[in-house]
């Protein structure tokens, strides 16, 4: 049966309100199970990795070419799509999402997982979960409180990664049950007395964690590390980002 097709011209709709909520609230965005997508490109690449879409609105000319079962399709006037976009610049098209299972499985079974503690900017986990898609990465671990992976900052930085490579959410106390229950050894990207050249690294499986924009690798991390690992750079330059690290790693990770 094909779906139908509301319209709703009020910006106080229920339906309206949740979005707002959604965009700004992370504990409802976690009660509902939903989160906020932005752009038909993202919606694009929704539809082509099967993600759990369960509301799109548009604006008149932008309906999708393809109605599903089971999805909310809304029409809006631009208006409200500006009332409600989280862009500056809406394209017409925004949608929600059920989120993922948070909760990781009792064992990790992929070759290579990065571990982000701390990190407080959406854009830059955002970016790392794109990279991490990139390199072949087998997921992510997000723990000591990271910015939400189902922010629409963090989603729309993804690139579409977000349907595709699981990230999940873990307390620091977790941490170490998990990797040992599925053989993974913790390395980590800080300096310490055991500290190699991450060219030598020749690990097969591991877990790498990338610590926050400001304060690196938390101390209750670092000492779950087996070793730590540096990047070679020019003597004048103490440290990079966090995304421009995580590049790197992934990337010597995925030439092996």
């Known amino acids: 049966m094909r779906p139908t097709i509301e319209t709703i011209t009020s910006r106080s709709n ?7 909520r959604l965009e700004r609230d992370r504990a409802y965005r976690r009660e509902t199970g939903l989160y906020l997508c932005d752009g038909r490109k993202l919606y694009a690449e929704a539809v082509r990795w099967n993600a759990s879409v369960d509301t799109v609105l548009f604006t008149p000319g932008q309906q999708p070419e393809t109605l599903s079962p089971g999805v909310r ?3 809006v006037p631009e208006g409200v799509m500006e009332a409600v976009s989280p862009a500056k ?21 992929g070759n290579r997982y990065l571990v982000l503690d701390g ?7 955002g970016t790392i979960w794109r990279t991490a898609d990139a390199f072949g990465a087998d997921g992510l671990l997000l723990t000591h409180h990271c910015a939400d992976p189902w922010h629409w900052k963090t989603v729309r930085a993804t690139m579409g990664a977000a349907f595709r490579l ?3 959410e873990v307390e620091a106390e977790e941490l170490a049950p998990l990797l040992e229950a599925s053989g993974l050894p913790l390395y980590g990207t800080a300096l310490r007395e055991d500290t190699v050249d991450i060219r030598s690294f020749k690990e097969g499986r591991a877990a790498v964690v990338i610590g926050s924009e400001g304060q690196g690798v938390s101390p209750s991390v670092l000492s779950l590390c087996r070793q730590t690992l540096k990047i070679p750079m020019e003597p004048k330059c103490e440290s990079l980002n966090a995304a421009a690290a995580a590049a ?8 092996r």
């Not at 229920?14 to 707002?20: A, C, E, M, Q, S």
């Not at 990190?119 to 986990?125: K, S």
């Open 166 to 168: 699981p990230v999940w």
């Open 119 to 125: 990190l407080q900017d959406p854009g830059n986990v």
């Open 89 to 109: 610049t809406p394209q017409g098209l925004l949608f929600l999402c059920r989120t993922p299972e948070p909760v990781p499985p009792k064992t990790l079974d």
């Open 14 to 20: 229920p339906l309206i309100t949740r979005i707002r």
């Open 73 to 75: 399709y809304v029409q």
């Open 248 to 255: 790197v790693v992934l990337w010597e990770l995925y030439r």
